[in-house]
Nanobody, 122 residues
Framework: QVQLVESGGGLVQSGGSLRLSCAAS????????MGWYRQAPGKQRESVAI???????NYVDSVKGRFTISRDNAKNTVSLQMNNLESEDTAVYYC????????????????WGQGTQVTVSS
């Protein structure tokens, strides 16, 4: 199995910055896409930023130019630098990885972290 542990959430004023980090551990064979989703109260979970194994990144339009995703394949980590935060960015942020574990017969699956709260005050 693959475990994801996030860190770095918190409370920040509008216009401020936060950095989220996520480390994958466990019996990992290969990680494909890795990144971040978020879910605000009363809304569906949405993809914020995803990066593939060769560094190609995709962002939701609302964060382009403000958020930057980075990945370290050797350490199985992914980070999200969030600048110029807005109240609309308030949500629980979930680390995501699409991976295959070393368990014999394992399939390519989506794994999720426990979530970290980001609150932006206006």
């Amino acid at each position: 199995q693959v475990q994801l542990v996030e860190s770095g959430g918190g409370l920040v004023q509008s216009g401020g910055s936060l950095r989220l980090s996520c480390a994958a551990s466990g019996s990992i064979f290969r990680i494909y896409g890795m990144g971040w989703y978020r879910q605000a109260p009363g809304k569906q979970r949405e993809s914020v930023a995803i990066v593939d194994s060769v560094g190609r990144a995709n962002y939701v339009d609302s964060v382009k130019g403000r958020f930057t995703i980075s990945r370290d394949n050797a350490k199985n980590t992914v980070s999200l630098q969030m600048n110029n935060l807005e109240s609309e960015d308030t949500a629980v942020y979930y680390c995501y990885a699409n991976a295959i574990s070393l368990t014999p017969g394992s399939r390519q699956l989506n794994y999720w972290g426990q979530g970290t709260q980001v609150t932006v005050s206006s």
